[in-house]
Nanobody, 125 residues
């Protein structure tokens, strides 16, 4: 599975941005997809995820209510709609694809096998 993120940009605080994760490979439709981010000097952290059949989504407390994750099977894409952005959201955002074995694994990097190169999101104050 080849994973590519797009949509990162510089945006003002309070603004919105939509990131897209595009993946190739037949197994994508049966895989979970997660978004993680890494700010300078910080560890990579979980942001959001969606399971393979779209009936369950997962969010970190810091983005719940502001970010929405969704997936489109016909385009092999997963989107992360981000609203009310804050300077603290500044980071490189990564898309990850895999088959988490439990709900808990959706929040962890070990739950994913394939990763993209990341896309930069910068929120100015």
């Amino acid at each position: 599975v080849h994973v590519v993120e797009s949509g990162g940009a510089l945006v003002q605080a309070g603004g919105s941005l939509r990131l897209t994760c595009t993946a190739s490979g037949r197994s994508f439709s049966t895989s979970g997809v997660g978004w993680f981010r890494q700010a300078p000097g910080k560890k990579r952290e979980f942001v959001a995820a969606v399971n393979w059949n779209r009936d369950t989504t997962f969010y970190s407390d810091s983005v719940k209510g502001r970010f929405t994750v969704s997936r489109e099977y016909d385009q092999n894409t997963v989107s992360l709609q981000m609203k009310s952005l804050e300077p603290e959201d500044t980071a490189v955002y990564y898309c990850a694809v895999g088959r988490p074995e439990s709900s808990a694994d959706y929040y962890l990097q070990r739950g994913y096998e394939y990763w993209g190169q990341g896309t930069q999101v910068t929120v100015s104050s």
